[in-house]
């Protein structure tokens, strides 16, 4: 006469999230892209500097505290990209 024990009867009837597509944590939403967009844009900045010496964020914006910001911006959009991956990493 075998048994089941009651956890493996109720884990049976459980939903896997693997089964049932994306979980939350592996979308993207609003402020990941964002920060995406910056994070490219900042590099496309840095290729132009490096390579023609243009910036384009001054040839924008001037010599302005708004540069200072951009940057800025696009710093902290760095460090979100960085916490992302690691997100989407650690998803399972």
């Known amino acids: 006469m075998a048994t089941a024990t009651p956890n493996m009867t109720e884990r049976r009837h459980l939903t896997d999230r693997r089964v049932l597509g994306k979980s939350s ?36 914006f001037g010599e302005t505290p708004v540069t200072g910001m951009v940057y800025t911006l696009v710093g902290l959009a760095a460090l979100w990209c960085i916490y ?3 997100k989407l990493a650690n998803r399972q």
Not at 25 to 43: E, F, K, P, Q, R
């Open 25 to 60: 944590s592996s979308t993207l939403n609003a402020v990941d892209w964002l920060a995406m967009v910056l994070v490219i844009v900042g590099g496309i900045n840095w290729g132009m500097i490096g390579l023609f010496g243009i910036d384009l964020v001054i040839a924008v």
């Open 84 to 86: 992302t991956c690691t």
